[in-house]
């Protein structure tokens, strides 16, 4: 049976200065196993307005995170709606497109700029029964793909779902510049 021994370390100081940002240190003693490290905020100021991001090296505001969050959700549903309809008219193209042969679809998907997988790659995807849509990323070569919408009829919807999407995106870029972080660790 092993025992543990946790050794806790003053990290750095908390965003407030009040406080400390702790290191706990847990070994066993045997030699396999290697040490668990986690982080504790001893000043309750920053422990209800801070946490440890998924990277486990800084701490993050909560209310900047959890924004950027919601906004990274946002794009992600913006973008199913989108990438159903981009789907589809790949899907529509290729289908009436009817290459000779799997090499010959994988080549007009090189030459539209829609895919930049190996053949190998794009094999494994059709043995997958993935279909063309699926394979390829129209959204790559926006020209085609709004051409291709227009002769559907779909132009404006494409182009409303694109501006959605670009600005749900904006949006989740700002919100995760915004984020504050404090190094666990102290610099240096």
Request: aromatic share 8%; hydrophobic share 40%; with cysteine.
């Amino acid at each position: 049976m092993s025992t543990s021994e946790t050794v806790i370390l003053e990290s750095n100081v908390c965003p407030c200065g009040h406080g400390k940002i702790l290191k706990h240190v847990t070994t066993q003693d045997n030699p396999w196993s290697s040490a668990d490290i986690s982080y504790e905020l001893s000043c309750e100021t920053c422990a209800a307005n801070w946490v440890l991001d998924q990277t486990g090296i800084a701490l993050v505001s909560r209310h900047a995170a959890a924004k950027a969050d919601a906004a990274n959700e946002a794009w992600r549903l913006a973008g199913q709606r989108l990438h159903a309809v981009v789907e589809k008219l790949v899907n529509d193209y290729f289908t009436h497109f009817a290459a000779q042969s799997k090499k010959a679809e994988w080549q007009e998907m090189h030459r539209l700029d829609i895919y930049v997988g190996t053949y190998r790659n794009y094999l494994q995807d059709k043995r997958n029964k993935q279909q063309a849509g699926k394979i390829a990323y129209g959204l790559r070569n926006r020209p085609w793909l709004t051409a291709l919408a227009a002769e559907l009829n779909s132009e404006t919807e494409l182009n409303q779902l694109i501006a959605t999407w670009d600005a749900r995106k904006n949006e989740w870029e700002e919100a995760a510049r915004a984020v504050k972080r404090w190094p666990v660790l102290p610099k240096g």
